[in-house]
T-cell receptor
């Protein structure tokens, strides 16, 4: 069973301050890592997909992947109250690309 | 962007009854998935479906579960009979080539 661990469980930041979320996984063989966001009662919104070691930026969202340390992070630049949501880290296996999710980090951005 | 719809958004049924959850995937997608999220726990993969067949399933996909997509219509998850532990939010996803999965908003199933 593939494991995905997220930290912290919850995070509160002030509007405009950088928010950093972390994710560790049990093995680095997946070819696809992804950060999703889930607003309360809504579906999943893809934020960043990353396949290679290094950095991938999508607007205000930047993911860093380091397979050797089994770690992927998400940095949110200039967060706004509308960014308050649960952020999910996911990794996929090969083949049919089923995703394995962490429990999520609940982010609150205060004005 | 492309949208996956799920019907209904919330379903309440008595234990032992049958329930069918419906997913309207993106129109040209070929791969379909169901995930289950128990309240307060992480989302977990249940099953994927391609070319009219289940390709992979997890240990959570019990014998009481079945999936189908008759005549290219809804992609359905049927649970018969339901059990209390089936209460969860069920998310459907679809993708064209397996990588860019689009998720629906989920169906909250409550088994009493």
């Amino acid at each position: 069973q593939q494991k995905v661990q997220q930290s912290p469980e919850s995070l509160t930041v002030s509007e405009g301050a950088m928010a950093s979320l972390n994710c560790t996984f049990s093995d680095g063989t997946s070819d696809n890592f992804r950060w999703y966001r889930q607003h309360s009662g809504k579906g999943l919104e893809v934020l960043v997909s990353i396949f290679s070691d290094g950095e991938k930026e999508e607007g205000r969202f930047t993911a860093h992947l380091n397979r050797a340390s089994l770690h992927v992070s998400l940095h949110i630049r200039e967060p706004q109250p509308s960014d308050s949501a649960v952020y999910l880290c996911a990794k996929s296996n090969t083949g049919y690309q089923n995703f394995y999710f962490g429990k999520g980090t609940s982010l609150t951005v205060i004005p | 962007g492309p949208k996956v719809l799920q019907i209904p958004s919330h379903q309440i049924i008595d234990m032992g009854q049958m329930v069918t959850l419906n997913c309207d995937p993106v129109s040209n997608h070929l791969y379909f998935y169901w995930y289950k999220q128990i309240l307060g726990q992480q989302m977990e993969f249940l099953v994927n479906f391609y070319n009219g067949k289940v390709m992979e399933k997890s240990k959570l996909f019990k014998d009481q579960f079945s999936v189908e997509r008759p005549d290219g219509s809804y992609f359905t998850l049927k649970i018969q009979p339901t059990a209390l532990e089936d209460s969860a939010v069920y998310f459907c996803a679809s993708s064209k080539q397996g990588r860019e999965q689009y998720f629906g908003p989920g169906t909250r199933l409550t088994v009493l």
